[in-house]
Nanobody, 119 residues
Framework: QVQLVESGGGLVQAGGSLRLSCAAS????????MGWFRQASGKEREFVAS????????YYADPVKGRFTISRDNAKNTVYLQMNSLKPEDTAVYYC????????????WGQGTQVTVSS
């Protein structure tokens, strides 16, 4: 089992920045990838960004490329999502996820953190 706790959400004006954190605990050594997803009100959950570390790679959804950066701190078992140049359409609940299999779907999810971008 992997437990994930997100933090760092909030209200920000368009053009501003936020950094989300995802603290992982449990069987973190068994993870192959970590990712961020978001779900806006009335919409389906969508992929935002992910990273793997064997091999090391990062992936981003087109709407956030160049504005969002995913990173991790191994010592703290924490993954971050730095969000810059935020837009009102980035408003959503952001979820952290972990994948404990080499390929396939993400297995474990956090509870989510709300990000609201005002125009």
């Amino acid at each position: 089992q992997v437990q994930l706790v997100e933090s760092g959400g909030g209200l920000v004006q368009a053009g501003g920045s936020l950094r989300l954190s995802c603290a992982a605990s449990g069987r973190t050594f068994s993870t192959y990838a970590m990712g961020w997803f978001r779900q806006a009100s009335g919409k389906e959950r969508e992929f935002v960004a992910s990273m793997t570390w064997n091999p090391s790679s990062t992936y981003y959804a087109d709407p956030v490329k160049g504005r969002f950066t995913i990173s991790r701190d191994n010592a703290k078992n924490t993954v971050y999502l730095q969000m810059n140049s935020l837009k009102p359409e980035d408003t959503a609940v952001y979820y952290c996820a972990a994948r404990v299999v080499p390929v396939g779907s993400f297995n474990f999810w956090g509870q989510g953190t709300q990000v609201t971008v005002s125009s």
